[in-house]
């Protein structure tokens, strides 16, 4: 008789639990369905101040990696290449490394109705590392010398179609076409090559320094390059959050 009791009690203790896990798993999901998945309030397209807040907050996501999306600061770049045919120059740029996308700012934002180009006007300030080959017909060898770069004030012009779309779950997201991307400088990139005593740096130095559109030609290279990720990381952002929770369309 004891030990139907005690197999009573087991079964019983068994049930609270079951009961109370379960109660705690409803109000989860109730919390999970209630909270908005992004930190920032819904922005008018109109209202810029509110987009520049968002915008930061959107980088700080991209960087932890929220939605699968690919952290930009830094951000790595295999290389860059630039050919000169008619001088017989060519230029590689390795194993690059970019910093400082994630403090871009939002200059304009230019917003019509569906499947019309919208467009977007951000401003960067680049810090570029990498290892530079450079090779040309009358020398023998390539010329290697590891480069600095800094891109003040470069200028993304990026054009885009998009729609919105209703899913499975009745919410509506945004889908984007694919982007056009424009640089432009607004002044020359600094760079510093090393090692300064090397007499590679030194034959690389004089040739930049006399076709500096070489280095203007890197920047806009690398920095559409990033900006690249960056609308990447928003198309897949724009089809995993519903649009009401950063964008009000409607």
């Given at each position: 008789m004891s030990y139907l009791r005690f197999v009573v009690s087991v079964l019983a203790m068994n049930y609270i639990f079951l009961c109370a896990g379960q109660n705690l798993l409803e109000r989860r999901r109730e919390v999970s369905t209630t909270t908005t998945p992004i930190p920032f309030p819904p922005c008018r397209a109109d209202d810029i101040d509110c987009l520049r807040r968002?915008?930061?907050?959107?980088?700080?996501?991209?960087?932890?990696?929220?939605?699968?999306?690919?952290?930009?600061?830094?951000?790595?770049?295999?290389?860059?290449?630039?050919?000169?045919?008619?001088?017989?120059?060519?230029?590689?740029?390795?194993?690059?490394?970019?910093?400082?996308?994630?403090?871009?700012?939002?200059?304009?934002?230019?917003?019509?109705?569906?499947?019309i180009k919208n467009g977007v006007l951000f401003s960067s300030d680049l810090h570029v590392t990498g290892d530079l080959v450079m090779a040309k017909a009358d020398i023998y060898e390539p010329l290697?010398?590891?480069?600095?770069?800094?891109?003040?004030?470069?200028?993304?012009?990026?054009?885009?179609?998009?729609?919105?779309?209703?899913?499975?779950?009745?919410?509506?997201?945004?889908?984007?076409?694919?982007?056009?991307?424009?640089?432009r400088n607004g002044r020359l990139p600094t760079f510093f090559l090393q090692p300064r005593a090397s007499a590679d740096t030194k034959i690389i130095?004089?040739?930049?320094?006399?076709?500096?559109?070489?280095?203007?030609?890197?920047?806009?290279?690398?920095?559409?390059?990033?900006?690249?990720t960056v609308m990447d990381n928003i198309r897949l952002f724009a089809q995993t959050v519903p649009v009401k929770y950063y964008y009000k369309l409607f």
């Open positions: 968002g915008l930061r907050t959107f980088f700080n996501l991209m960087d932890s990696g929220h939605y699968g999306m690919t952290p930009v600061d830094p951000i790595y770049i295999n290389s860059v290449a630039i050919a000169l045919p008619e001088q017989q120059l060519s230029f590689l740029l390795r194993k690059v490394i970019v910093t400082g996308i994630s403090w871009t700012k939002l200059v304009d934002k230019r917003f019509h109705e569906n499947g290697f010398a590891h480069m600095t770069m800094d891109i003040q004030g470069v200028q993304t012009n990026i054009t885009y179609s998009w729609d919105v779309e209703k899913k499975k779950d009745n919410e509506y997201y945004i889908s984007l076409g694919q982007e056009r991307i424009a640089i130095d004089k040739t930049l320094q006399l076709k500096p559109s070489i280095v203007d030609h890197f920047s806009e290279e690398i920095t559409a390059a990033a900006m690249r």
